[in-house]
């Protein structure tokens, strides 16, 4: 079974962007719905963005006109391009499969926005 692999998070101040990066290994990625996820403290995870294998994107509502994501198949990756964080965007960002999340979850990456 493959492995998924966050990464690109940091800290960064209200208004700020960053780019995260979600590395997939093995034959699991390239012909499934994936997602992005975030789990903030003390809250359950929540679905942020689904990208399909054709690469149309999908985002709650939460984020949507701040957000993009795209993909590149051959290199079971995939980016989820963060602007205009504000602080409620502050959790752990991970990637796996939508709508079901049916992967191992891999290690998350942090975001934390703050002044």
């Known amino acids: 079974q493959g492995q998924l692999v966050e990464s690109g998070g940091g800290r960064v101040q209200p208004g700020g962007s960053l780019r995260l990066t979600c590395a997939a290994t093995g034959n699991i990625f390239s012909e499934y719905i994936m997602g992005w996820y975030r789990q903030a403290p003390g809250k359950q995870r929540e679905l942020v963005a689904s990208?399909?294998?054709?690469?149309?994107?999908n985002f709650a509502a939460f984020v949507r006109g701040r957000f993009t994501s795209s993909r590149v198949n051959a290199e079971n990756t995939m980016s989820l391009q963060m602007n205009n964080l504000g602080i409620s965007d502050t959790a752990t960002y991970y990637c796996?499969?939508?709508?079901?999340?049916?992967?191992?979850w891999g290690p998350g990456t942090q975001v934390i926005v703050s002044a």
């Open positions: 990208v399909t294998p054709r690469g149309i994107a």
């Open positions: 796996n499969r939508s709508p079901v999340p049916t992967l191992p």
